[in-house]
């Protein structure tokens, strides 16, 4: 994301502006430019360019070092870095909860270690915290570049020595990469998004540039005619990129050559075409250039910031500001940090940089040890306890794995078995039937769970970071067909993520794919749901459909505390069921359509978990939930009394 060239293009500033305002309009007005996110791909080019000719350049003319080049990264990148891990972890004490600051320090010393991309790939899970409540998620390009540079410079130089064909070796490592993240990335998306061998490969087509370029001059110097035509290319697919990719497709893959290209186009065009000298020279371009990497680092937390204080998105208005705000603090930082330390040749500069990091990330781990220092929030263990509660699955289910599908079960005496069907939404029944199993087995039939989380109960629907649904259904209607002593079956799911709030879920249509949530493919979607229901009847089986438990952002915990640099308050938090179901009443209407048009019972828990026409969020002095779409435990254990009549053995 950062780099610099002895020979100064003040096209390639301008280069840097356009791949920050694309990130940063992405990540503040996703709506506003749905591919902005490719900045990040136009940096890695950007980098691969400059720090590789320095490397290219060094070696060339015998004056490469080690020491020298990781003394000049230091300067580059500590300061501005420590500025804002500092800045994060001072703010977090003030605004977050435990578990929270636990996270976030992880991520500052994970950030100060450079790996911020392999704790983000560790880190994907189902109920894993969402993007927008990492404040330093966006290290994680950081990270790739860094662990790019440590290994890359030490093959060069062995390449160079042993008078191997540089090009050839790093054209092979490009295609090598590049290769691995086609192959890789329906399988393993998370992997193949932020590891650094499926995405080296954007680095080195920098290298190759900066190795032609120095090698080869006239390959690249090809008459204004060439260069404009490469300029004009190389801009249009940085265009297309920022304004028709989104992140409802598999990325990197090949989407990512065209901003890699149109990024080494414009480069390889070099200063002299139109576009280079009229567009990115302009002096407002090359500023924002200039402060790029500070920007870069200041604008994603304070957005998250703003969302973790207001456990909602801010407004626009808010948005607007918080961005203003990251261009004064990143032209503070240039400025009054970066060039007073980038330059400053003492010795002892970049040992002191290296220290402070280490105590930075000394720190992070103190904190990351002692859980985020609850001592801080103790009077809100309560709420910090409810955050993230989950019991499922537990020790004493049966497990089995049924074509890669885990069926987990509890027997009874009971010769009857109620099989459950979903996702976590339907997993969170289990305490209550752990309980009644556990209680009086003699009363209620055996249970098993063919339950993945992130899975909707609906046939034919793709997603590449849920690439383990897939089938997902059928099996379930095989492992039925095999068990005739199983004579209900419950299928439930977060509807309203899938069937409205969540994209990237697929399914086919007659016209090709389709996201479940748009108006296109959510009628296929239901349809779909609809025969699965009729398939699963038509297996003699009574069948229900569970309608999906309240959930809204007013019943996360998290939500129920008040957060200010004064301190932390308590929230009364719930809504009016009538608020509730306005959200939900077209969705919960074409649910019941469903199990009409199928012929089988549906059960809305609304009416359960929402007596008195109120939706709490407490139940005495304890928070019903765990987060805003999942109820807690120790609260299910006892609760919903339809759970009750759902198993109740005949």
């Known amino acids: 994301m950062v780099g610099s060239s002895p020979n100064h293009r003040a096209d390639i500033d301008g280069l840097r502006a356009v791949a920050v305002l694309s990130v940063i309009a992405y990540h503040a007005f996703p709506t506003m430019l749905s591919g902005g996110f490719v900045g990040v791909d136009i940096f890695f080019v950007i980098s691969g360019y400059l720090i590789g000719g320095i490397l290219l350049r060094g070696l060339k003319a015998e004056t490469f070092s080690f020491i020298d080049f990781y003394v000049r990264r230091v300067r580059r990148i500590f300061p501005a870095l420590i500025l804002v891990l500092v800045f994060c972890l001072a703010l977090g004490w003030k605004l977050m909860l435990a578990d929270e600051y636990r996270s976030l320090a992880e991520q500052a010393g ?30 994680w390009s950081l990270g790739i570049e860094e662990q790019f540079y440590i290994a890359w410079p030490l093959i060069l130089f062995i390449a160079h020595r042993a008078k191997l064909n540089v090009f050839l070796i790093t054209a092979l490592l490009a295609v090598a990469s590049f290769v691995l993240n086609l192959q890789l990335l329906h399988d393993f998306p998370a992997a193949t998004f932020y590891l650094p061998h499926t995405r080296i490969w954007e680095l080195l087509i920098g290298c190759l540039l900066a190795y032609t370029e120095i090698n080869h001059p006239t390959w690249i110097n090809q008459g204004s005619t060439v260069t404009n035509l490469k300029a004009l290319i190389g801009f ?9 990719l989104t992140n409802l497709e598999p990325f990197p893959g090949w989407r990512a050559m065209l901003p890699v290209a149109g990024g080494a186009l414009l480069i390889s065009a070099g200063p002299t075409s139109l576009i280079n000298r009229y567009v990115l020279s302009m002096r407002p371009m090359v500023w924002v250039g200039l402060i790029s990497y500070p920007l ?3 604008h994603w937390p304070l957005l998250s910031f703003a969302h973790i204080d207001l456990q909602h ?25 970066e060039k007073r330390i980038r330059y400053r040749r003492h010795i002892l500069v970049p040992a002191a940089l290296a220290t402070v990091m280490a105590l930075v990330a000394g720190q992070s781990y103190a904190t990351y040890r002692t859980g985020g220092f609850p001592s801080r929030t103790a009077r809100f263990e309560k709420v910090e306890k409810a955050i993230g509660e989950w019991d499922y699955p537990t020790k004493d289910m049966t497990v089995m794995d049924f074509h890669g599908m885990p ?33 009086e087995p003699g009363k209620v039939k055996s249970v098993v769970f063919a339950t993945l989380g992130g899975c909707p109960a609906i046939p034919g629907v793709e997603e590449p970071k849920h690439a383990y649904c897939s089938g997902y259904t059928d099996k379930v209607k095989q492992y039925m067909m095999q068990n005739p002593d199983i004579d209900t079956v419950y299928v439930g799911s977060y509807w309203l993520a899938y069937l409205d709030l969540v994209h990237g879920y697929m399914i086919q249509t007659p016209t090709g794919s389709a996201d479940i949530a748009s108006d296109a493919g959510r009628p296929y ?18 069948v229900v459909l569970i309608l999906q438990s309240p959930v809204s952002g007013a019943l996360d915990p998290r939500s129920l505390v008040g957060r200010s640099l004064y301190g932390f308050s308590i929230k009364e938090g719930g809504l009016p069921t ?43 002095q304890e928070p019903i939930y ?16 339809f759970i009750d009549q759902a198993i109740a053995a005949r």
């Open 236 to 244: 249009g697919l940085i265009i297309f990129s920022a304004t028709k």
């Open 296 to 298: 870069y680092l200041w």
């Open 407 to 439: 069926i987990r079960s509890r027997k009874t005496p009971s010769k009857h078995i109620a099989l459950f069907v979903g996702d976590s939404q339907v997993e969170q029944y289990w305490p209550r039937v752990d309980e009644l199993v556990t209680d």
């Open 525 to 542: 979607a239901l349809a779909a749901l609809t025969q699965l229901l009729i398939d699963y009847k038509s297996t003699g089986k009574r």
């Open 578 to 620: 009538d608020q509730l179901l306005f959200r939900t009443s077209g969705l919960r209407a074409e649910l019941l359509k469903v199990a009409h048009d199928a012929g089988v019972e549906a059960i809305d828990p609304t009416g359960s978990f929402c007596p008195d026409d109120f939706c709490a969020a407490w139940q005495g």
């Open 313 to 337: 998105a801010p407004s626009t208005e808010t948005r607007l500001i918080l961005v203003a705000i990251s261009f004064a603090l990143a032209t503070m930082t240039y400025w009054l940090v």
């Open 626 to 641: 765990r987060d805003s779409a999942h109820l807690r435990a120790s609260f299910m254990r006892h609760f919903p009394s």
């Open 110 to 139: 994970s950030g100060a270690g450079f790996s911020a991309n392999i704790l983000l790939w560790m880190q994907t899970g189902y109920f894993d915290a969402k993007a927008i409540q990492k404040p330093l998620l966006h290290l």
